[in-house]
């Protein structure tokens, strides 16, 4: 069996701009610098069933499957679910609402499996066409860290009364000291 990708068919792309992680709101009166920790994941699209071995479901899969077909095919030998793990630098003015954003850099390869050029038996001879969308190993992953106003929920949230221990000498009555006079 081999691989024929279609040249004209398969590119690499950036996929939409989506949310990682949870929304950071900065209620204080301070610009906040930090390091922010961030889990990533992509994962890889296919028509092919899970029986093709597109991506393979172990470590062990058989070399002799699709995928192992597919990156003797291709020349690349992709990471089909990959997993990050990045620390953004994070700057929010007092105010205002921070989130990071990212855009997974990913491959479409469009191509036949094929036969045997030359099979024993004419009925034996197939072609199998399959569109896969995966990771690409050509673009890095983006990404960005967005900032807004905020909503008035938020901004009612931050103004909230923070009670705190009322004074415990005499607290209703006026000020009074000894060097008054």
């Known amino acids: 069996m081999r691989v024929h990708p279609e040249d004209d068919y398969s590119f690499a792309y950036y996929e939409p701009a989506r949310q990682v992680g ?3 709101v900065n209620c204080t009166r301070a610009t906040l610098d930090r390091e922010r920790p961030l889990k990533f994941t992509a994962r890889t699209i296919s028509d092919l069933p899970a029986p093709a071995g597109l991506p393979p479901a172990s470590a062990t899969a058989n070399p002799t499957n699709m995928n192992g077909q597919f990156t003797t095919g291709t020349g690349t030998t992709p990471a089909w679910s990959p997993e990050a793990t990045r620390t953004v630098k994070e700057v ?6 921070s989130w990071i954003e990212t855009q997974s850099g990913r491959q479409r390869t469009e191509g036949w499996f094929t036969s045997n050029p030359t099979p024993a ?3 034996q001879d197939w072609r199998l066409y399959t569109v896969l969308d995966y990771p690409s190993p050509q673009l890095a ?3 960005y860290q967005r900032t807004g106003p905020m909503t008035p929920a938020e901004l009612s949230r ?7 221990a009322e004074t415990p000498n005499d607290a209703g009555s006026p000020a009074a000291g000894a060097d008054r006079g």
């Open 121 to 123: 038996d004419p009925h």
């Open 92 to 97: 929010i003015s007092p105010g205002e609402v």
């Open 22 to 24: 949870e929304n950071y």
């Open 141 to 143: 992953d983006r990404f």
């Open 158 to 164: 931050c103004r909230s009364s923070r009670p705190s």
